[in-house]
């Protein structure tokens, strides 16, 4: 987790970099400026996970609750001019999928030949899931009413794993016991699919669909993962008035 939220910074930090040189040719000119405004927007991605397909050796796509299957992502997000309404929302960030099953015994491992399937009801299981985050990029052409209150956006991104995991809560003897397996589980290292967005004043919805399977050919179920959720837009905005040192710092849902 803390490799993950490390490289988030890092592609953040570069998505301004071209920002940051603009603004340093005219620092001086800010300078001179009485207030000096800084912004800086991060999209938040909050939604829930769910797998699609199957085949005759798992179902396990049946076993993947979808209340407690969230999915995260931090991103930047940029504008640009395409035609007319339309505008390119390009950019990039991380994102973390969590299936949670809903059979707590079952159990993955992973074998020489593919993926592993079981159950232990050996003992007393509160909590099974397997978690996987990606770096991601994402072009999504979007049209925006004149009044900029309705947009609807359809497009594609592509990512690639940094790290996948399972997570067992147990009970033993009456203490909880948590335990984390860090493999790949033969899930595929890229990821590429579908996203669309509809936003209605300051209600942002989305979908995600992956056209991959999330394991490997022949390693494991042939499943697409795909999630619904909402997306938060934050703007953070940074006010400083230079001849009286005045400071102020808020952030705006928009």
């Known amino acids: 987790m803390k490799k993950s939220i490390l490289i988030t910074l890092l592609i953040l930090l570069g998505a301004q970099l071209s920002t940051f040189a603009q603004e340093e040719a005219n620092y001086e000119h800010l300078l001179d400026k009485e207030e000096i405004d800084i912004s800086f927007g991060l999209q938040i991605d909050l939604g829930t996970s769910a797998l699609h397909g199957g085949n005759s050796y798992s179902e396990i796509n049946d076993d993947v609750r979808q209340w407690g299957s969230w999915y995260v992502a931090l991103k930047k997000i940029a504008v640009s001019d395409l035609f007319g309404p339309v505008k390119l929302h390009w950019g990039g960030g991380i994102s973390w999928y969590n299936f949670k099953f809903d059979n707590e015994a079952l159990r993955l491992t992973e074998g020489s030949d593919g993926i592993i399937f079981s159950e232990d009801n050996t003992v007393e299981t509160k909590k099974s899931k ?10 999504i052409p979007t049209y925006h009413s004149s009044n900029g209150n309705f947009k609807f956006g359809i497009g594609g991104y592509a990512g690639y794993r940094l790290g996948s995991h399972t997570k067992l809560v147990t009970v033993v003897d009456g203490d909880i016991k948590k335990d984390k397996d860090k493999n790949d589980f033969y899930i595929n290292s890229l990821r590429y699919g579908l996203r669309l967005e509809v936003t209605a004043h300051k209600f942002h919805m989305y979908g ?8 490997a050919d022949n390693k494991g179920p042939k499943m697409n993962a795909f999630t619904l959720g909402t997306a938060i837009d934050l703007n953070f905005k940074y006010n400083q008035t230079t001849h009286t040192s005045n400071t102020s710092f808020k952030v705006d849902w928009k």
């Open 130 to 139: 397997l978690a996987v985050s990606y770096a991601n990029l994402y072009l």
């Open 208 to 215: 995600n669909y992956d056209l991959n399977n999330l394991f």
